[in-house]
């Protein structure tokens, strides 16, 4: 139905940034929210960051100042830019999308994840 692509990750030293992508295709009718989770071993996944149709944005509180959530409404396309990365920050970083899609309803779709470490 709804498949989500992401990249970006990797390997960065403490204070460095990256940033990540994430497009959506498939039957898309429209995205009503895409949003940026994170999940370290043994823990729950968290919410970082999600932008809806609106424009909305929001943070997780650990993540404001150094972290932008943006989308590319044509490209069905999220971006999370990270900046002053910190090794707290390495985890197994998933994309999300809140989809109306065509004849399927509205669904929630995840992403394969993308690995981000922060060591020096």
């Known amino acids: 139905q709804v498949q989500l692509a992401e990249s970006g990750g990797g390997l960065v030293q403490p204070g460095g940034s990256l940033r990540l992508s994430c497009a959506a295709s498939g039957s898309i009718f429209s995205i009503v929210s895409m949003s940026w989770y994170r999940q370290v071993t043994g823990k729950q996944r968290e919410l970082v960051a999600t932008?809806?149709?609106?424009?909305?944005?929001n943070y997780a509180d650990s993540v404001k100042g150094r972290f932008t959530i943006s989308r590319d409404n044509a490209k069905n396309t999220v971006y999370l830019q990270m900046n002053s990365l910190k090794p707290e920050d390495t985890a197994l970083y998933y994309c999300?999308?809140?989809?109306?899609?065509?004849?399927?309803?509205?669904?929630?779709?995840w992403g394969q994840g993308t690995q981000v470490t922060v060591s020096s």
């Open positions: 932008t809806t149709s609106a424009g909305r944005t």
């Open positions: 999300n999308a809140d989809v109306l899609t065509r004849g399927f309803g509205r669904n929630d779709y």
